[in-house]
């Protein structure tokens, strides 16, 4: 039997999270302090972006039991001579679980996602990638950007995924 995609509910809350746990330990970003107080607020984040609608996800499921997600946010934004709204899309916590990966898990949730967008009214979809997923955003048509980033706080680590990504 092949996954079979859901929306997501506030039931939902601590797969999401776990997914989330589970993606920046894969990406060996963050101490195991940092991913426990990270995990703690996002859960609160998270439950109240889904309870207000200003989130909203989607999950795969094999056999009942889900192995990959992804959340929709809509996030305003500064105005913009690029489009009207000043609301973009942030698709963030894509997620699978290391024995579904490389079935089309991602970009299935991801057309999920984005066909959400669509719907919504949604113009521009932002995400940011890990290394290792570029390529698949790019073959669905996201293209890199100029973002930079300046790590201010001191001791902290940059992580390798913000590095060589030109």
């Not at 989607?58 to 056999?63: A, G, P, Q, T, Y």
């Not at 973009?88 to 984005?114: C, K, M, Q, V, W």
């Not at 955003?137 to 030109?166: C, D, N």
Request: with cysteine; hydrophobic share 40%; aromatic share 6%.
């Amino acid at each position: 039997m092949s996954p079979t995609l859901r929306p997501s509910t506030l039931a939902d809350l601590d797969i999401h999270v776990a997914h989330r746990v589970a993606m920046f330990r894969d990406m060996e970003m963050g101490s195991e302090e940092g991913l426990r107080r990270m995990a703690e607020a996002f859960r609160h984040q998270l439950r109240s972006g889904l309870v207000t609608g200003q989130c909203r996800g989607f999950l795969m499921e094999d056999e009942g039991r889900p192995v990959a997600g992804v959340l929709l946010q809509m996030k305003e934004t500064l105005p913009s001579p690029v489009t009207q709204l000043s609301v973009r899309g942030y698709l963030f916590n894509i997620y699978t679980e290391p024995s579904h990966r490389r079935r089309g898990l991602a970009a299935s949730l991801t057309d999920a996602a984005l066909d959400l967008a669509r719907e919504i009214g949604l113009e521009i979809v932002e995400l940011h990638a890990s290394l290792e997923a570029e390529g698949l955003y790019q073959r669905m048509g996201f293209v890199p950007t100029s973002e930079m980033r300046l790590v201010m706080g001191a001791g902290i680590k940059t992580p390798k995924q913000w590095k060589h990504r030109r």
